[in-house]
């Protein structure tokens, strides 16, 4: 297992998918995350508990 941060490229259904089950949701829940082409998220903890896990950024485009 790795430790640190770690950068991910996907597609935009496995970061909706990996974004639902990051905050323990059903697979079938990712459908409600909209995900444009080119954005940024940043899934993390809630003050660096491992057992908290919470997406901290959904869809963000540079401007």
Known sequence: ???G???L???GHFGRV???RWIGMPIL???RFLLDPAT???LTYEKDRTDSPVIALWNS???
């Open 1 to 3: 297992m790795s430790e």
């Open 18 to 20: 990996l974004g639902a």
């Open 40 to 42: 940024l998220c940043l």
């Open 9 to 11: 490229f996907s597609h």
């Open 5 to 7: 941060d770690v950068i």
């Open 61 to 63: 485009a540079a401007e």
């Open 29 to 31: 829940e990712a459908r």
